[in-house]
């Protein structure tokens, strides 16, 4: 700290004398209006073969920014029996394609000076690439060979199936991933797609014909987008990625669209499911049920209510549990927002000791943002901080890219980011309350506790939040 104060007094004294006390401000800065996002409009084309093209002209830099997204290749499209194919499928991707092996990718990637990376999600399966404006004809041929002409070479499929168990076995003693999969298992079951979860057996019938049925099934010019963003010229561009990807067909069946979602199980009470983790150093906590989809009419309104909740550093969960009562590093919630109903999910790592003191605090949070009304101050923190962070959310090619990839996987027009300021500012108190006592349930909730059972369970049953049961770490692991 003297070496910093001193600094700045020598830069002071270069530029004209020390600086005095005065000089520095006393009051932090006024926040203002979020300013007007007015992001240049798209221009879409399409190819022969189905495929969507979006060009997004942003020329500050000689760079393009590109995402080519296929909705329909996530883990809610994948068979029941082999969880975490799709993630295994796109993770084959740059493993060797159009010929080339891995270790050519990636040299020929080096050479151009480009980043490429695959893998997917719970909708859609993504490639990303990030290249200089005069090696972007080149890269994006890679780019097409990997995401339409993937070799899946044996040894490496092997080398990553034995990797991806080699994970799980280590899961078996990690706190968080038991927590998050007995979460998605209790709350949604092993019918629905948002309930399966990896599993040693599963992965071991991850083989190459597999995963060459996948993507002969999923990845498909009709069901993808590839968005460009950056120096892009469409007229010059076109010719370029009808060259790369004019030679991609569909193959396997004809409409393999995205597949059809069960409904999402309800939850007649809340329970609290204690797994036991001996010698563990803290519990961890998950609370939540399902939530509402991305369509939902109600998205400005819920994402404005859990940022109050628990979406920001500052949120109540956060405060009370890590800012007034240091029982944890921190806390938060979330609605996944999918295609289905994802799930609504609060969550903490919190002191063992605390374990039940913790789950009232939670339980307290959950109902008090349901009941208690919201002082004009906090609403307009929150709205303030919700609009205010959207430009960040867009600041480079790459964040715009990743943006409208999401707006394709859920059917989203790019003018969504017209009005973003206004209907975040345009949420009320009432908004806020309708939709927190709508969508979070505290009454009918699964609640997963992970930590020593001995040290924790007479307090977490004393703590009355629901009735106990026990379960085992292999139920959810394994």
Same mark, same amino acid.
């Given at each position: 700290?003297?070496?910093?104060?001193?600094?700045?007094?020598?830069?002071?004294? %270069?530029?004209?004398?020390? =600086?005095?006390?005065?000089?520095?401000?006393?009051?932090?800065?006024?926040?203002?209006?979020?300013?007007?996002? !007015?992001?240049?409009?798209?221009?879409?084309?399409?190819?022969?073969?189905?495929?969507?093209?979006?060009?997004?002209?942003?020329? &500050?830099?000689?760079?393009?920014?590109?995402?080519?997204?296929?909705?329909?290749?996530?883990?809610?499209?994948?068979?029941?029996?082999?969880?975490?194919?799709?993630?295994?499928?796109?993770?084959?991707?740059?493993?060797?394609?159009?010929?080339? !092996?891995?270790?050519?990718? =990636?040299?020929?990637?080096d050479l151009l000076g480009a980043s490429l990376s695959t893998g997917s999600g719970t909708?859609?399966?993504?490639?990303?690439?990030?290249?200089?404006?005069?090696?972007?004809?080149?890269?994006?041929?890679?780019?097409?060979?990997?995401?339409?002409?993937?070799?899946?070479?044996?040894?490496?499929?092997?080398?990553?199936?034995?990797?991806?168990?080699?994970?799980?076995?280590?899961?078996?003693?990690?706190?968080?991933?038991?927590?998050?999969?007995?979460?998605?298992?209790?709350?949604?079951?092993a019918q629905h797609p948002y309930g399966r979860v990896p599993t040693a057996e599963g992965?071991?019938?991850?083989?190459?014909?597999?995963?060459?049925?996948?993507?002969? =099934?999923?990845?498909?010019?009709?069901?993808?987008?590839?968005?460009?963003?950056?120096?892009?010229?469409?007229?010059?561009?076109?010719?370029?990625?009808?060259?790369?990807?004019?030679?991609?067909?569909?193959? +396997?069946?004809?409409?393999?669209?995205?597949?059809?979602l069960p409904q999402a199980p309800s939850i007649g009470r809340t329970v609290v499911y204690?797994?036991?983790?001996?010698?563990?150093?803290?519990?961890? @906590?998950?609370? +939540?049920?399902?939530?509402?989809?991305?369509?939902?009419?109600?998205?400005?309104?819920?994402?404005?209510?859990?940022?109050?909740?628990?979406?920001?550093?500052?949120?109540?969960?956060?405060?009370?549990?890590?800012?007034?009562?240091?029982? =944890?590093?921190?806390?938060?919630?979330?609605?996944?927002?999918?295609?289905?109903?994802?799930?609504?999910?609060?969550?903490? +790592?919190?002191?063992?000791?605390?374990?039940?003191?913790?789950?009232?605090?939670?339980?307290?949070?959950?109902?008090?943002?349901?009941?208690?009304?919201?002082?004009?101050?906090?609403?307009?923190?929150?709205?303030?901080?919700?609009? %205010?962070?959207?430009? +960040?959310?867009?600041?480079?090619?790459?964040? @715009?890219?990743?943006?409208?990839?999401?707006?394709?996987?859920?059917?989203?027009?790019?003018?969504?980011?017209?009005?973003?300021?206004?209907?975040?500012?345009?949420?009320?108190?009432?908004?806020?309350?309708?939709?927190?006592?709508?969508?979070?349930?505290?009454?009918?909730?699964?609640?997963?506790?992970?930590?020593?059972?001995?040290?924790?369970?007479?307090?977490?049953?004393?703590?009355?939040?629901?009735?106990? &049961? @026990?379960?085992?770490?292999?139920?959810?692991?394994?």
């Open positions: 700290m003297k070496r910093t104060l001193l600094s700045i007094a020598a830069g002071a004294a %270069l530029l004209g004398g020390p =600086a005095a006390a005065q000089d520095f401000p006393t009051t932090p800065p006024r926040a203002t209006g979020a300013p007007r996002v !007015d992001l240049p409009e798209p221009v879409r084309m399409r190819l022969p073969n189905g495929l969507t093209v979006m060009y997004v002209q942003q020329r &500050e830099l000689p760079v393009v920014s590109a995402v080519l997204v296929t909705r329909g290749a996530g883990s809610a499209d994948e068979p029941a029996q082999v969880p975490g194919l799709a993630s295994f499928t796109a993770s084959m991707l740059d493993e060797g394609a159009g010929g080339r !092996d891995a270790l050519a990718l =990636a040299s020929a990637l909708d859609a399966a993504q490639a990303n690439l990030y290249v200089l404006r005069q090696n972007f004809p080149a890269a994006l041929r890679i780019m097409a060979d990997v995401v339409t002409r993937p070799d899946f070479p044996e040894r490496e499929v092997n080398r990553l199936r034995d990797e991806r168990l080699t994970a799980l076995a280590r899961a078996r003693d990690e706190a968080t991933t038991i927590a998050n999969n007995a979460f998605a298992s209790l709350v949604y079951g992965t071991r019938a991850l083989d190459r014909g597999r995963v060459q049925g996948f993507h002969a =099934a999923r990845y498909r010019p009709e069901s993808s987008t590839l968005i460009l963003v950056g120096d892009v010229d469409p007229a010059a561009m076109q010719p370029m990625v009808a060259e790369a990807f004019g030679a991609w067909r569909a193959q +396997g069946p004809a409409a393999a669209g995205p597949a059809e204690l797994i036991d983790k001996p010698g563990a150093a803290q519990s961890e @906590i998950r609370i +939540g049920h399902p939530g509402v989809p991305r369509s939902s009419p109600d998205f400005f309104p819920v994402m404005v209510m859990n940022t109050m909740l628990g979406g920001t550093f500052t949120s109540r969960l956060n405060t009370n549990l890590r800012e007034t009562h240091g029982w =944890a590093y921190g806390a938060s919630s979330n609605f996944a927002m999918l295609r289905g109903a994802g799930p609504f999910t609060a969550r903490a +790592g919190v002191q063992t000791n605390a374990t039940d003191s913790a789950l009232v605090e939670f339980f307290r949070e959950l109902n008090r943002i349901r009941t208690e009304a919201v002082t004009p101050t906090e609403l307009d923190k929150i709205k303030n901080f919700v609009a %205010l962070r959207l430009p +960040g959310q867009l600041e480079t090619t790459s964040d @715009i890219a990743g943006q409208l990839a999401a707006l394709e996987t859920y059917g989203l027009d790019a003018s969504y980011f017209d009005d973003y300021v206004q209907r975040v500012m345009a949420v009320t108190a009432d908004d806020l309350r309708r939709v927190a006592s709508e969508y979070i349930r505290p009454d009918r909730a699964v609640v997963v506790v992970v930590g020593d059972r001995q040290v924790v369970e007479a307090a977490v049953r004393a703590a009355n939040v629901g009735p106990v &049961e @026990i379960r085992e770490v292999t139920e959810f692991v394994r």
